[in-house]
């Protein structure tokens, strides 16, 4: 077994994580839904890496997600 392929497994397993990034209030702002999936291999230990590694890779990125809708929202509904 190679390197990648130890990594990988079979890669029968399809592993998504989503999060909502909404920015509400009052029922105005915006909601984002952001996701990331992988392939995997299906053993219960690996799918659990998986799932940690698209959770921190979502809770890293969205801040900066959350900003740049900020900024488009703001620049296309909050002009009055």
Sequence with gaps: MDKFSKVLGDGNAKITVGMDLSRKNYGEGF???????????????????????????????APGVKEVVQELYE?????E
Excluded at 75 to 79: C, D, G, N, T
């Design 31 to 61: 909601s984002v839904f952001v996701s990331v999936g992988v392939s995997c291999g299906q053993d219960k230990l690996t799918m659990k890496k998986a799932v940690r590694v698209c959770t921190e890779f979502l809770k890293d990125s």
């Design 75 to 79: 620049k296309e509904f909050q002009q």
